[in-house]
């Protein structure tokens, strides 16, 4: 199983990334999946969750992703999308998306991306 994620940048203030991770390598489906992020100095964090491949899938977001960050899946694609929009420099990281599939054992992390967002 490999994730890769995409879409990293440099932004400023109240601009927009996409990032994208895509699953390969397997045959799996993976219902839940998550975007961490890992602040400079800080402990790698949870930022939006993820469940289900119906029309309507379920998403979480922490407080620092509410109202700003969008989750997304492409079943088609085996992608899942964050939209981050109205950035801010403290939204700067590294960005790894992460699944595990609910009855097989261990867990799956992507290489991060870095987003860098200017003041």
């Known amino acids: 199983v490999q994730l890769q994620a995409s879409g990293g940048g440099l932004a400023q203030t109240g601009g927009s990334l996409r990032l994208s991770c895509v699953v390969s390598?397997?045959?799996?489906?993976?219902?839940?999946m998550d975007w961490y992020r890992r602040a400079p100095g800080n402990q790698r964090e949870l930022v939006a969750t993820i469940e289900g491949f119906d029309r309507s899938p379920r998403t979480n977001y922490s407080d620092l992703a509410k109202g700003r960050f969008t989750i997304s899946r492409d079943n088609a694609r085996n992608t899942v999308d964050l939209q981050m929009n109205s950035l801010k420099p403290e939204d700067t990281g590294v960005y790894s998306c992460h699944t595990k599939h609910p009855f097989t054992p261990g867990e799956y992390w992507g290489h991060g991306t870095q987003v860098t967002v200017s003041s």
């Open positions: 390598g397997t045959t799996l489906r993976f219902p839940v």
